[in-house]
């Protein structure tokens, strides 16, 4: 009988639910809206409707599965509780929940679980990705925020209320950038795909740098992709932009490698794409920043999740931790 985990990835503007199997591979997959009514209960009961139909779906091609639970990635998400809390992308205000919610639609036997989608995603990369057999490592997925998941003897680190591991709001500079958090100064100013768009804007702005490939691309137009694409091109802004993210990342990076002393350090996101344009700064500031003890000997790896269906892959993964504990 074919073991299945169904993971959920709920974002603000799409829900995505897929059905995985032990090696990551999703079978079958679907997709609604995540509504801005702001109804939880009327959110719950489609959700609960997409689900059975993905179930049903399931069914048709293969009647030899059993269901092992639900996993589910959510912003603000809160594993210990099953709750989802204050997330400021959802229309649902306050504290939401939803492993109970979910619960009351599905068996008993079905393990249920919930955490923040970074923590999803470094669950799936132990899993199913690059962290295969390894009991210490950090993943940090770089996208709208820089979110983290820590990984430490083998367990994700929840700490006492169920939201350690923010290391995307690590103090960088001191009184610098607005984060998106309302302090200013955090990584994720710096080194999210906003944060490199605003890098580029500066850069743009201290050269005059009317030539620049960037140059007449409106903020909301531009995209880390571009960045990517200038930077091919040879492009002195975009280039300096990866090596200023980069020189960023990896100080941050160094304070979690002298917090934690991970065997590897994962990266995750769009700007990942980018390769050495973005591992190459980071890997060299990560070791400029180092005590003498950890220089050379950290893991910086690119994410081994397909990111069309890490999300979906990640929260899966919950399910299987889930029910070997």
């Known amino acids: 009988m074919k073991k299945i985990a169904i993971g959920i990835?709920?974002?603000?503007?799409?829900?995505?639910?897929?059905?995985?199997?032990?090696?990551?591979?999703?079978?079958?997959?679907?997709?609604?809206?995540?509504?801005?009514?702001?109804?939880?209960?009327?959110?719950?009961?489609?959700?609960?409707?997409?689900?059975?139909?993905l179930v049903k779906a399931l069914k048709l091609l293969n009647e030899d599965i059993s269901i092992l639970?639900?996993?589910?990635?959510?912003?603000?998400g809160n594993y210990y509780n099953g709750t989802i809390e204050y997330a400021p992308n959802l229309s649902f205000n306050g504290v939401i929940h939803v492993v109970d919610a979910l619960k009351k639609n599905f068996p008993e036997s079905y393990a249920i679980a919930l955490t923040n989608d970074a923590n999803a995603a470094a669950i799936g990369e132990m899993v199913y990705g690059g962290a295969k057999g390894m009991k210490n490592f950090v993943m940090y997925t770089?996208?709208?925020?820089?979110?983290?998941?820590?990984?430490?003897?083998?367990?994700?680190?929840?700490?006492?209320?169920?939201?350690?591991?923010?290391?995307?709001?690590?103090m960088l500079i001191p009184g610098g950038r607005l984060c998106g958090c309302g302090a200013r100064g955090h990584?994720?100013?710096?080194?999210?795909?906003?944060?490199?768009?605003?890098?580029?804007?500066?850069?743009?702005?201290?050269?005059?740098?009317e030539d620049s490939l960037l140059a007449n691309k409106s903020f909301n137009e531009l995209t880390s992709k571009m960045i990517y694409e200038a930077a091919v091109e040879g492009d002195k802004i975009a280039k300096?932009?990866?090596?200023?993210?980069?020189?960023?990342?990896g100080q941050g990076l160094a304070d979690t490698v002298h917090h934690l002393a991970p065997e590897a350090i994962f990266l995750f996101g769009g700007p990942v794409a980018a390769g050495d344009f973005i591992f190459k700064p980071t890997y060299e500031s990560l070791n400029r920043h180092l005590l003498p003890m950890f220089k050379d000997k950290i893991k910086l790896l690119p994410s081994?999740?397909?990111s069309g269906d890490a999300a979906i892959v990640g929260a899966s993964a919950l399910v299987w931790k889930e029910v070997e504990s």
């Open 9 to 53: 990835d709920i974002g603000g503007t799409n829900t995505v639910i897929g059905a995985v199997d032990q090696d990551g591979n999703v079978m079958v997959s679907r997709s609604m809206d995540t509504p801005k009514h702001g109804d939880f209960d009327r959110y719950i009961a489609d959700l609960s409707v997409e689900i059975k139909e």
């Open 69 to 76: 639970g639900i996993g589910v990635g959510a912003p603000n």
């Open 142 to 170: 770089l996208g709208t925020g820089v979110g983290s998941g820590v990984v430490v003897n083998g367990d994700l680190v929840y700490g006492h209320d169920g939201f350690a591991g923010e290391c995307g709001h690590t």
């Open 187 to 209: 990584l994720e100013a710096y080194c999210s795909a906003p944060g490199m768009k605003r890098t580029a804007f500066e850069l743009m702005a201290h050269y005059n740098a």
């Open 240 to 249: 300096e932009v990866f090596e200023k993210t980069g020189e960023y990342l």
């Open 304 to 306: 081994q999740l397909k």
